[in-house]
Nanobody, 121 residues
Framework: QVQLVESGGGLVQPGGSLRLSCAAS????????MGWYRQAPGKQRELVAV???????RYSDSVKGRFTISRDNAKNAVYLQMNSLGPEDTAVYYC???????????????WGQGTQVTVSS
């Protein structure tokens, strides 16, 4: 059983910073991609940032230059450092991972439970 557990959401004032963490646990053979998506009320879930196994990263235009994604391979963890937050960043943030799992060593996609980020004064 593979799980993604997120932490680090909360309430922050405009211009502030937050750091989200997500750790994958279970019978993981390898990580293909880990990333973050978000869903604001009344909107579709959208990509925020991803990091692939080789270390390459991709960001949505709306967060480029403000958010930084990083990964700790030893901990099967991914992080999202969010700076210069604005009200438009308010959403539920979901961790996402494409993993190759034991015992069949096939690739599956997993989602975390989501963590709320609210940017408000």
């Amino acid at each position: 059983q593979v799980q993604l557990v997120e932490s680090g959401g909360g309430l922050v004032q405009p211009g502030g910073s937050l750091r989200l963490s997500c750790a994958a646990s279970g019978s993981i053979f390898s990580i293909v991609v880990m990333g973050w998506y978000r869903q604001a009320p009344g909107k579709q879930r959208e990509l925020v940032a991803v990091i692939i196994s080789g270390g390459s990263t991709r960001y949505s235009d709306s967060v480029k230059g403000r958010f930084t994604i990083s990964r700790d391979n030893a901990k099967n963890a991914v992080y999202l450092q969010m700076n210069s937050l604005g009200p438009e960043d308010t959403a539920v943030y979901y961790c996402n991972a494409d993993l190759i799992v034991e015992p069949d060593r096939r690739q599956y996609r997993y989602w975390g439970q989501g963590t709320q980020v609210t940017v408000s004064s």
